[in-house]
């Protein structure tokens, strides 16, 4: 059996959108800084642990992501694009989520590192259904669960069992995290077009991306719940 070429394979659920398609260039640097500013984020925030366990599993998080950050590197070379050209063009609307959400304590990291990563990976997941399986495949490789966020559950529980104060101030801030992730994602999306026309490229794509939004709510509230915050 011949094998069909990079360049022409298509997902079979959304027909017409290839690999060659200028959208998913755009979302391999879109997640490409997406995981160096993760990097430069989890290794500052690593000295705000209380102990060396909590510096540790902060690191180890950090190494994770610029090795997702090396696959995606490698997945634009092979379609002939300069990584850091590409991805800094997304570099105002990722950083302005990190500073408008940026933890003033322990717990606010934590909860930051488990749910704001969920929110963007719920994104870029969402993305994926539209791509061709070759694309697809580098995404959820990527946005693949390491298991090194788990220590955060057990963090904030204990937390917010010992204390209802804390257990409303997490809350709200869950909910500030939810609410910039969604207006930075839309700003992303009327910036970049090739990103929007992946989508809507397959059929009801347009629907689906404005269900997406609705859908989110509803897992961050499940998020919120494995936390001890709802």
Not at 64 to 91: F, K, N, Q, S
Not at 122 to 144: M, N
Not at 162 to 180: M, N, P, T, Y
Request: proline share 4%.
């Amino acid at each position: 059996m011949t094998a069909t070429p990079p360049d022409q394979t298509v997902n079979p659920l959304t027909p017409g959108v290839s690999i060659d398609h200028p959208g998913v260039t755009e979302l391999f640097a879109l997640l490409a800084y997406g995981e160096v500013a993760a990097f430069y984020r989890l290794t500052d925030e690593a000295r705000m642990a209380p102990n060396l366990a909590g510096r540790i599993n902060m690191a180890s998080m950090a190494a994770a992501e610029m090795y997702h950050y090396e696959m995606l590197r490698d997945a634009l070379e092979r379609r002939g694009v300069d990584v850091v050209p590409a991805m800094t063009r997304y570099a105002s609307a990722l950083e302005n989520y990190h500073r408008l959400t940026t933890p003033s304590t322990w717990l606010e990291a934590l909860v930051k590192t488990y749910v704001g990563d969920a929110l963007a990976a719920d994104f870029y997941l969402e993305i994926a259904d539209a791509l061709p399986a070759e694309a697809a495949s580098v995404v959820r490789a990527v946005l693949s669960e390491t298991g090194h966020s788990q220590f955060v559950v057990a963090e904030v529980k204990a937390a917010v069992t010992a204390s209802d104060k804390q257990r409303h101030r997490l809350a709200l801030w869950s909910r500030r995290l939810l609410g910039e992730a969604i207006t930075q994602a839309q700003f992303v999306l009327a910036d970049h077009d090739e990103l929007v026309d992946l989508v809507v490229s397959s059929p009801d794509g347009l629907g689906r991306l404005t269900e997406f939004f609705d859908r989110l709510q509803r897992t961050h509230g499940a998020r919120m719940q494995e936390l001890g915050l709802a």
